[in-house]
């Protein structure tokens, strides 16, 4: 089926670095969507772009939505030991109740 | 604030047996979504149902059904379980808002199957 590529698969960083990750497509979305995912819980929704070039923060998370539509991107700054977890990047091809399309998904841990 | 509330948290059966994992949803939404998340894999979609009296098929479909009780509530059935079923289990459910179509997750049901 359809796959976002996510990468990198994982990283290890040290409490106060910035954080990058990506997901790319060889199709076009119209919505994108991160999400992180604690240690045994569910997907939580951390940022939402709904418009090509559209740029969001939340906090110390900020996202993009690339110009192509193929692309996004979400950085974190200044990483705390609360930032371990995985994180997922989601699409979706039109707007409608068309199910998203998730990346394999980013694990993050961070050494204090 | 539920949200969305999975039941049972924790399941392992035997080969063959059979069981109903269970999902509802408290915030008037039409579409519920059943997820299976396995390491490296990410979240493959099994069933979905756009709207109460709708499901259809994901990526990972076999050897499960579903059942679309009410606008609140979506079962994933599995009706003789094999060791390749062994997973983490989701449930979601959205609403349209304009083009906005945000996802919610429950807290997962592990699922070891011996």
């Known amino acids: 089926g359809q796959q976002l590529n996510q990468s990198p698969q994982s990283m290890f960083i040290q409490e106060g670095e910035d954080v990058s990750m990506n997901c790319t497509s060889s199709?076009?979305?119209?919505?994108w969507l991160w999400y992180k995912q604690d240690p045994g819980e569910g997907p939580v929704l951390l940022i939402a772009?709904?418009?090509?070039?559209e740029l969001t923060s939340n906090g110390r998370l900020t996202a993009q939505f690339g110009i192509t539509r193929k692309d996004s991107f979400l950085n974190i700054s200044a990483s705390i030991p609360s930032d371990v977890g995985i994180y997922f990047c989601?699409?979706?091809?039109?707007?409608?109740?068309?199910?998203?399309?998730f990346g394999k998904g980013t694990r993050l841990s961070v050494i204090a | 604030n539920a949200g969305v509330t999975q039941t049972p948290k924790f399941q392992v059966l035997k080969t063959g047996q059979s069981m109903t994992l269970q999902c509802a949803q408290d915030?008037?939404?039409?579409?519920m979504y059943w997820y299976r998340q396995d390491p490296g894999m990410g979240l493959r979609l099994i069933y979905y149902?756009?709207?109460?009296?709708?499901?259809d098929k994901g990526e990972v479909p076999n050897g499960y059904n579903v059942s679309r009780l009410n606008k609140r509530e979506f079962s994933l059935r599995l009706e003789s379980a094999a060791p390749s079923q062994t997973s983490v289990y989701f449930c979601?459910?959205?609403?349209?808002?304009?083009?906005?179509?945000?996802?919610?997750f429950g807290a997962g049901t592990r699922l070891s199957v011996l």
């Open positions: 979601a459910s959205s609403t349209l808002a304009g083009a906005k179509n945000i996802q919610y």
């Open positions: 199709s076009i979305f119209n919505t």
């Open positions: 772009l709904y418009k090509a070039g």
């Open positions: 989601a699409g979706q091809h039109i707007a409608g109740n068309t199910p998203l399309v």
């Open positions: 915030m008037n939404h039409n579409s």
């Open positions: 149902s756009a709207s109460e009296g709708t499901t």
